[in-house]
């Protein structure tokens, strides 16, 4: 059977559209694929800050370029648990203090550290320890895996506990880690398993293929809680972030969105029907017979 005019003109429709497509998500893969690198050339690194001290009040924190006094970004009222999502910021060096919630930013900082950021690298500053001896700790983080595997480490933020032992599965990932310490990083296979804390918490967590984690064990109102923080995805050394919360001057940074893929099929999509539509011969009344 011949296919008719109507026919290929739509199916020339649809493959356009398809094409369209596929050349802009081939475009979001490439920048997703060279933002790494584009980064690391032309100087950016990533930070994020996080409140991780169980009985100090929340705070507000400001990010400062060195010898800088405007604050690049303030995060306002940021409370026990929280964190921020990645920033990326220009190497150098920085500096980031900490006021009780509501103070004036020109009021002497409670708390203070210096950050150096290098290209290429993400960093977690976050308040560790009780409110008598809180400390600002800055984590280098890790954003690549062996190729199929997962990396995780774990922060011990919990006061209910003083010394915890965590496993997933049957791989220890802390053995008595105290509050307010930091394990090293674990190679581990991915997969959907049970993560256990001591014998006072337990998730069923998964670490998929070629991803980077932080578990957070927090005071929560029921006992110890386990907070899994994806920092990377893909093996494209780029972060994923922390929770996004919505602070002001922080917005993830992390693999294109599937958006303009999402657009570009739906524009296309209209396009053919609106095109078939239009083809669509129209219907002539027939002349009445007598």
């Known amino acids: 059977m011949k296919t008719t005019t109507r026919t290929r003109r739509i199916?020339?429709?649809?493959?356009?559209?398809?094409?369209?497509?596929?050349?802009?998500?081939?475009?979001a893969a490439v920048a997703s694929a060279t933002s790494a690198t584009a980064s690391a050339s032309t100087g950016n690194g990533w930070i994020r800050l996080t409140h991780l001290s169980p009985n100090t009040p929340a705070v507000d924190v400001y990010l400062y370029s060195f010898g800088d006094s405007s604050a690049m970004i303030v995060l306002k009222h940021v409370s026990y648990g929280t964190v921020s999502p990645y920033e990326r910021v220009a190497a150098g060096t920085y500096s980031v203090a900490m006021r009780g919630a509501g103070a004036a930013a020109a009021s002497p900082a409670v708390l203070s550290a210096s950050v150096q950021?290098?290209?290429?690298?993400?960093?977690?500053?976050?308040g560790l320890g009780p409110e008598s001896g809180l400390r600002l700790a800055v984590l280098d983080d890790r954003l690549t895996t062996p190729p199929g595997q997962s990396v995780v480490r774990v922060?011990?933020?919990?006061?209910?506990q003083h010394v915890v032992n965590?496993?997933?599965?049957?791989?220890?990932?802390?053995?008595?880690?105290?509050?307010?310490a930091v394990s090293s990083w674990h190679t581990v296979?991915?997969?959907?398993?049970?993560?256990?804390?001591t014998s006072d918490a337990s998730s069923a967590v998964t670490l998929a293929a070629d991803t980077v984690?932080?578990?957070?064990?927090?005071?929560?109102?029921?006992?110890?809680?386990?907070d899994n923080l994806v920092d990377a995805a893909g093996n494209t050394a780029i972060p994923v972030g922390g929770v996004a919360t919505?602070?002001?001057?922080?917005?993830?940074?992390?693999?294109?969105?599937?958006?303009?893929?999402?657009?570009?099929?739906?524009?296309?999509?209209?396009?053919?029907?609106?095109g078939a539509l239009r083809l669509r011969p129209r219907l002539r009344p027939r002349p009445h017979r007598v």
Request: glycine share 12%; aromatic share 6%; net charge negative.
């Open 11 to 27: 199916i020339s429709l649809l493959a356009i559209s398809l094409v369209s497509a596929l050349c802009l998500g081939g475009a």
């Open 117 to 126: 950021i290098e290209p290429g690298h993400a960093y977690t500053v976050a």
């Open 155 to 160: 922060i011990q933020a919990s006061l209910k």
């Open 166 to 180: 965590v496993t997933f599965g049957s791989v220890t990932l802390a053995r008595n880690l105290a509050f307010g």
């Open 189 to 197: 296979s991915p997969g959907y398993e049970t993560v256990h804390v």
């Open 213 to 226: 984690h932080t578990l957070v064990v927090l005071d929560g109102a029921n006992g110890l809680e386990i």
């Open 246 to 274: 919505g602070f002001g001057g922080t917005a993830p940074h992390g693999s294109p969105s599937p958006v303009p893929w999402l657009v570009a099929i739906t524009a296309g999509a209209v396009l053919a029907v609106t």
